[in-house]
């Protein structure tokens, strides 16, 4: 595996590949992997001839400045654990390569990124749009892979491929969970051992939840509910559980038939801001 951290370097090996007829996936990482991270690896591997895994800490998608400064940093180990995965290039630029002086560009991408996590990270879905549009300009990959854990994060970067008419076919993979449900995360290393052990309560709430609103229960009455057993279980505050449509992200009232709805969650334990989401199954489906 080659580590290569700069635009012009990244440029002309992805040159030297399309020139043998190479399809190049890129998996956009922000680092401190984990074996979520690793699957997308695994599913790059499988369909494309080469791939790039990118490690940026993006500072413009942190809206606070002690996240930016805590988000755990592993990029040793990241080589190693990618080497092993079989990436063929760790693109790990600094932040005066990726925002050089006089960096002026943001991109917004409207309506997906109303609320949710866009309604309590202000910003945070302009600087993921951005940097992730520049990721894909910088590796030129035909497909990448991302985690639906994130999912509100795809739907903003479909959306934006789509508007731009970026050349890149988003490939969203499903989360992938610890043995007790949770969505694996590099936030999750810093739980401690108590928080670790509540935060397991935060998957199992949503599927309740899910097969509530699935089997006809009110919608409002389920969500409040979720909210309640979060609260109870320590989490504070949840930010939101909300039920979504999961194309557009519109909100739900209702489940109504045949639209695939999507259930979303944000919430804290201590000083840890964990998220999640499920499919909310269709009525009688
Ligand atoms: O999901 C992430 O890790 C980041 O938001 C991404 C897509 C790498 C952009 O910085």
């Given at each position: 595996?080659?580590?290569?951290?700069?635009?012009?370097?990244?440029?002309?090996?992805?040159?030297?590949?399309?020139?043998?007829?190479?399809?190049?996936?890129?998996?956009?990482?922000m680092?401190?992997?984990?074996?979520?991270?690793?699957?997308?690896?695994?599913?790059?591997?499988?369909?494309?001839?080469?791939?790039?895994?990118?490690?940026?800490?993006?500072?413009?998608?942190?809206?606070?400045?002690?996240?930016?400064?805590?988000?755990?940093?592993?990029?040793?180990?990241?080589?190693?654990?990618?080497?092993?995965?079989?990436?063929?290039?760790?693109?790990?630029?600094?932040?005066?390569?990726?925002?050089?002086?006089?960096?002026?560009?943001?991109?917004?991408?409207?309506?997906?990124?109303?609320?949710?996590?866009?309604?309590v990270?202000?910003?945070?879905?302009?600087?993921?749009?951005?940097?992730?549009?520049?990721?894909?300009?910088q590796?030129?990959?035909?497909?990448?892979?991302?985690?639906e854990?994130?999912f509100?994060?795809?739907?903003?970067?479909?959306?934006?491929?789509?508007?731009?008419?970026?050349?890149?076919?988003?490939?969203?993979?499903?989360?992938?969970?610890?043995?007790?449900?949770?969505?694996?995360?590099?936030?999750?290393?810093?739980?401690?051992?108590?928080?670790?052990?509540?935060?397991?309560?935060?998957?199992?709430?949503?599927?309740?939840?899910?097969?509530?609103?699935?089997?006809?229960?009110?919608?409002?009455?389920?969500?409040?509910?979720?909210?309640?057993?979060?609260?109870?279980?320590?989490?504070?505050?949840?930010?939101?559980?909300?039920?979504?449509?999961?194309?557009?992200?519109?909100?739900?009232?209702?489940?109504?038939?045949?639209?695939?709805?999507?259930?979303?969650?944000?919430?804290?334990?201590?000083?840890v801001?964990?998220?999640?989401?499920?499919?909310?199954?269709?009525?009688?489906?």
């Open positions: 595996m080659e580590t290569i951290s700069t635009v012009a370097g990244l440029r002309a090996c992805v040159r030297a590949w399309k020139r043998e007829g190479a399809r190049v996936g890129v998996v956009p990482t680092g401190a992997l984990h074996a979520g991270h690793l699957s997308l690896v695994q599913a790059a591997r499988a369909r494309m001839d080469r791939v790039i895994t990118t490690v940026f800490v993006n500072p413009i998608q942190f809206d606070n400045a002690d996240d930016l400064a805590t988000y755990p940093r592993t990029l040793a180990e990241d080589g190693r654990l990618l080497a092993q995965a079989g990436v063929d290039v760790l693109y790990a630029p600094t932040a005066a390569e990726m925002y050089p002086p006089g960096f002026a560009t943001r991109i917004t991408v409207a309506g997906v990124s109303a609320g949710l996590c866009g309604g990270r202000p910003g945070h879905f302009d600087g993921v749009a951005t940097v992730v549009c520049k990721l894909f300009m590796t030129l990959a035909d497909c990448a892979f991302f985690g854990k994130d509100q994060q795809v739907q903003v970067i479909r959306r934006m491929v789509a508007d731009l008419d970026l050349p890149v076919e988003i490939v969203a993979c499903p989360t992938r969970r610890e043995a007790d449900g949770l969505a694996l995360s590099s936030r999750n290393r810093r739980l401690v051992p108590a928080a670790r052990q509540a935060a397991a309560v935060l998957p199992r709430v949503l599927a309740a939840c899910a097969s509530d609103i699935a089997a006809g229960g009110d919608v409002a009455a389920a969500l409040l509910g979720a909210r309640d057993r979060l609260a109870a279980a320590g989490f504070d505050p949840v930010e939101y559980v909300e039920l979504r449509a999961a194309a557009d992200l519109q909100p739900l009232a209702i489940l109504p038939p045949g639209t695939p709805a999507r259930l979303l969650a944000a919430a804290w334990l201590g000083d801001r964990l998220i999640d989401n499920m499919p909310v199954p269709p009525q009688g489906g």
